[in-house]
């Protein structure tokens, strides 16, 4: 466990030793903030206080440019460099190197998902006191960040395990995970038997209930088990390369 948390600390850094932490982060709260602010009115449209819609839209804008930037080059960037050889002849276990990979870059995101706790400090607590805000939703909203979150970054991870390129693992992981988000929008046209698998699958449609306060345990299960099977295949596709 020791050589994991060390891989995961040396992933974690490597991140502040370059701009890639401080534009991801900076670049995704002011992002995130004018979408919840201003996109179709946002929070002033509303009327009322409530997180909905960050919760709503901070997934989408982690799928589609921070987690696939900040995965892309896991694996695919050891491997290109040739690093990844010398990294596996260490006496280290292929499967502290995929969770040491992963905790780094997941605990990169979630600096960034509790960095937003700064919009409900700052509009209902201080300075400003825009009205009681319902902390039920707030909480299980984060919840379902956490674990998506941690479902995304391993997506991403097992893409950058199966390609030397980080520009391949960049646009397959933001069409897996667009696809993953937008896939109950065509469940209505789907044969009945599909309907239920689409729906099934959709990050949004597991989402949902988080953003209106509701934990069901279904869905901690279905991210736990998406992050759990992808850092198994990920592991897979390491310990194939070392026998290849």
């Known amino acids: 466990m020791s050589t994991t948390l060390t891989i995961a600390k040396r992933e974690f850094r490597s991140n502040f030793d370059s701009p890639l932490a401080y534009v991801v982060i900076c670049f995704g709260l002011i ?11 946002g929070f ?5 206080a409530s997180l909905v819609q960050l919760f709503s839209w901070a997934p989408i ?23 990844l050889e010398m990294l596996i002849t ?21 600096v960034l998902v509790f960095s937003t ?5 700052m509009m209902f607590v201080w300075p ?20 998506y979150s941690a479902a995304a970054v391993s997506i991403g991870l097992l893409i950058s395990s199966l390609t030397d390129s980080q520009v391949i693992a960049f646009f397959i992981t ?28 959709s990050f949004d449609t597991r989402l949902t209930p988080f953003a209106r306060g509701m934990v069901s345990t279904r869905d901690i299960v279905f991210f736990l088990s998406v992050t759990a099977g992808s850092l198994m ?12």
């Open 233 to 244: 295949a990920a592991f897979r596709a390491l310990e194939r390369r070392k026998w290849a």
């Open 31 to 41: 992002a995130l903030g004018l979408i919840f602010f201003f996109m179709n009115g």
């Open 174 to 201: 933001f069409l897996v995970l667009g696809f993953l988000h937008g896939v109950d929008n065509f469940a209505d046209y789907a044969p009945s038997f599909l309907r239920d698998f689409l729906s099934f699958i």
């Open 44 to 48: 002033w449209q509303a009327d009322r």
């Open 61 to 83: 804008g982690l799928s589609f440019l921070i987690v696939p930037v900040i995965t892309m080059r896991l694996l695919a960037e050891e491997k290109r460099s040739g690093t």
């Open 117 to 121: 706790i700064l919009y409900p400090i």
């Open 90 to 110: 260490l006496p280290v276990q292929d499967h502290e190197v995929v969770l040491g990979k992963f905790l780094g870059a997941w605990g990169l995101v979630l």
């Open 128 to 147: 400003w006191h825009l009205g009681a805000l319902d902390s039920g939703p707030v909480l299980s909203g984060y919840i379902g960040l956490v674990l």
